[in-house]
């Protein structure tokens, strides 16, 4: 079968996109599954109470995160190598028989296998995202790296709403559900995406050989850090955050968690094509981490409510810079080394979510005991303003540089 490289353009439906895009949401569904059923199932497996649950669940979170860390560039690197589906329909494989072997896990020996194992099975993200700039031109990759995001963005909203749900049967139904919808994925990629990608044909819209510029690409992906690691607040503190400075309850806190994810899913639908194609790659990137740091900078002091859901909504529509960035790395790379670079950087939030939620609880917790001279459960949101800050100057006098000559991303 003949791979193209824009199917809108010959008049085929994009099914290929929208698989890709389910792929994510899948993904993403069955890591936020677990989430609520986790303090029964540990308990099942001898946690001794809620606290020692928490810490036991804690390393669960870092065994997964390091597992994806190492994963993502080698998985990424294999799908240049051997082609993206025949790697994606592997690793869903992986995936969906590790969560069958955690329904039946009888220890937490085994839980932490197979948390490794999800980890580095369901580094699919970056290898989605290689394969969507694979099939678009270079004026709709953004848009289409934004289809990706808001599917992930929506799929970690519904994972623990679905789970939730399912634990109404079992602490371990969620498992169930979590390999079925693998299932359903595995027959939608066999069925919607190509084998291995043809040479891309000259004049589809990108140099028919571009050159891997590591200059720009290291410059790039330190921006692209920096802004992974101020986010990191976010799910870091924030169910603390607001507990401790308004007194919200968990409901109040999934909300809010939830409005956050909708308003960002429908800046990267919307927003992010708009302000792609109006202003350029760089102006976006650099809009979205002016508006975080605003954002953060709002939540550290907010004392009411709407200042509250401003800050969210503002933090938000500032997350459009991520595909934005990922796809002025991807003009930088020819096509076989697609897989690489989405590699790298998915490997840049990994570290980022390690290094990240540990940076920001242990400030929270400095500027939080009850007999310290200042309170400020804010404080983690200061931190990530200044690093959103550091990396727009960053990729003003920095990234932008390397990436101004003529034919580059924006």
Known sequence: MEFSRDPEALGRPPSGRAALCMIVFTDMVGIGLIIPVMPDLLAELGALDLGSAAAIGGWLVFAYTAAQLVAAPLLGWLSDRVGRKQVIVVALVGLMLDYLVMYFAASLLVLFIGRIVAGACGATFPIATAYMADISRPENRTANFGLIEAAAGIGLIAGPAIGGAASMLDARAPFLVAALLIGMNIACVLVFLEGRPAETPTGAGRDAETPLRLRPLLAVGSVFLLAELAIQALPATWAYFVMLAFGWSAVDTG????????????????????????????????????????????????????????????????????????????????????????????????????????????????????????????????????????????????????????????
Do not use: H
């Open 255 to 410: 909300l809010s968690i939830a409005a956050y994810g909708i308003c960002s899913a429908i800046a990267q639908i919307f927003i992010l094509p708009f302000a792609a194609k109006r202003i350029g790659n760089k102006a976006t990137v650099a809009a979205g981490l002016a508006a975080g740091a605003g954002a953060f900078a709002l939540l550290a002091i907010a004392s009411q409510p709407w200042a509250v859901a401003v800050g969210l909504a503002v933090g938000a529509a500032g997350t459009i810079a991520f595909p934005a960035l990922k796809a002025m790395a991807s003009r930088e790379a020819p096509d076989e080394a697609q897989g690489r670079v989405q590699g790298l950087l998915a490997g840049a939030t990994s570290l980022a979510i390690l290094a990240g939620s540990v940076a920001m609880t242990q400030v929270f917790a400095a500027f939080t005991p009850a007999d310290r001279t200042i309170f400020f459960p804010g404080a983690p949101f200061v931190l990530a303003s200044i690093v959103f800050i550091v990396a727009l100057l960053l990729l003003l006098f920095g990234a932008g540089q390397s990436m101004s000559k003529p034919g580059r991303s924006r």
